[in-house]
């Protein structure tokens, strides 16, 4: 008979799905030692089950009970002990004894209290810090599940995109928003020319401590997507990317004659009326240029003129030569 009640609130517990507090710290036995003696007050008669709802409902679906119970890391500890303060003395007391429903009632709910007064006093977390990053310090205690919480971010963060000048600085600092332990390692990758967030697409750069990369002048093919990965033992805490793209100084001197050249062509020669600022600022340009194509035109024509006369004295100069050739064989023989 008593096994067959074992397994009857075994198979109860095991199938009811959301667990709570209660079940998550207090043995089946010790509640069927609870229950054994519980008397309804209208009938007299003993009825476990009645017991086993009473504790559902003041513990196991209580909304209070399980906000109190929602704890950081290490202190379910604490939560079992507070509990079992409250519940076992109870247990011990009406074993094998008779008690009507209301003297559980009141018991249990005083039980109830005391646990959530003492159980929101235990220290909690700061929270979560999305988006990306396995975050230990921000997991609680669920007494849904009877198990921490975990943040549940992905390990990859999105890809951050940085635009650099060729020739120009480039820095990037593997930072995240939650703590990290004291013993992390650092690993560098770098995946040349594409945006990826594929591991198998990168190479290893650096291991160590570090969490600055620099790179003090940039040329193309720093082009491509770094990652960092921050380890903490052999565990991974979080994957940070950045796409860098590299701008080349050629083309950016080209793009800034580009829009003088559109300038020049607005209608109605505005370039010198407009009283835009954009025109007045790229006057000075347009001088410079002009000036410059006029030098360049200058020099061509007097380095043209200066091969010309060259040339022509070489020639009178290589027969003088020829002259002293002969001179000189003719004494040689
Ligand atoms: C939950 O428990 C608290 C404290 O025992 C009680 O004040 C509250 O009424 C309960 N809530 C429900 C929905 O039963």
């Known amino acids: 008979m008593c096994r067959a009640i074992v397994w009857l609130a075994s198979v109860c517990l095991l199938i009811c799905p959301s667990l709570s507090c209660y079940d998550c710290f207090i043995d089946v036995e010790e509640s069927l030692r609870l229950c054994w003696?519980?008397?309804?007050?209208?009938?007299?008669?003993?009825?476990?089950?009645?017991?086993?709802?009473?504790?559902?409902?003041?513990?196991?679906?209580?909304?209070?009970?399980?906000?109190?119970?929602?704890?950081?890391?290490?202190?379910?500890?604490?939560?079992?002990?507070?509990l079992e303060a409250e519940i076992l003395p109870i247990v011990e007391e009406f074993d094998q004894n008779l008690n009507m429903d209301t003297v559980y009632e009141r018991r249990l709910q005083t039980a109830a209290d005391n646990f959530i007064a003492a159980a929101s006093?235990?220290?909690?977390?700061?929270?979560?810090?999305?988006?990306?990053g396995f975050q230990n310090a921000g997991a609680v205690y669920n007494c849904i599940t009877c198990q921490?919480?975990?943040?549940?971010?992905?390990?990859?963060?999105?890809?951050?995109?940085?635009?650099?000048?060729?020739?120009?600085?480039?820095?990037?600092?593997?930072?995240?928003?939650?703590?990290?332990?004291?013993?992390?390692?650092?690993?560098?990758?770098?995946?040349?020319?594409?945006?990826?967030?594929?591991?198998?697409?990168?190479?290893?750069?650096?291991?160590?401590?570090?969490?600055?990369?620099?790179?003090?002048?940039?040329?193309?093919?720093?082009?491509?997507?770094?990652?960092c990965e921050i380890y903490s033992g052999s565990r991974s805490i979080v994957r940070i990317y950045f796409y860098i793209t590299v701008t080349p100084q050629l083309v950016a001197g080209h793009t800034e004659l580009q829009e003088i050249f559109d300038l020049s062509l607005l209608p109605g020669g505005q370039l010198l009326t407009a009283p835009g600022a954009a025109p007045r600022s790229f006057l000075p340009l347009l001088l410079v240029l002009l000036t410059t194509c006029l030098t360049t035109s200058l020099l061509l024509l007097f380095l043209t003129l200066g091969v010309l006369y060259w040339s022509s004295s070489e020639e009178d100069h290589n027969e003088g030569d020829a002259d002293d050739d002969d001179h000189f064989e003719f004494e040689m023989s």
């Open 37 to 82: 003696g519980h008397v309804l007050t209208n009938t007299n008669v003993r009825n476990m089950d009645e017991c086993f709802r009473k504790l559902d409902r003041i513990f196991n679906t209580n909304q209070t009970v399980i906000e109190a119970g929602r704890v950081g890391e290490g202190f379910d500890i604490k939560l079992k002990e507070i």
């Open 121 to 132: 006093k235990l220290p909690r977390v700061s929270g979560c810090f999305p988006p990306c």
């Open 148 to 227: 921490y919480d975990s943040c549940e971010f992905p390990l990859d963060c999105p890809v951050e995109e940085i635009e650099v000048m060729e020739n120009h600085k480039a820095q990037m600092w593997c930072d995240v928003a939650f703590d990290l332990p004291s013993d992390i390692e650092v690993i560098w990758r770098f995946a040349e020319e594409i945006k990826t967030q594929e591991m198998d697409q990168f190479i290893e750069v650096t291991a160590g401590v570090d969490r600055l990369y620099s790179i003090p002048s940039t040329s193309l093919q720093h082009q491509g997507t770094y990652q």
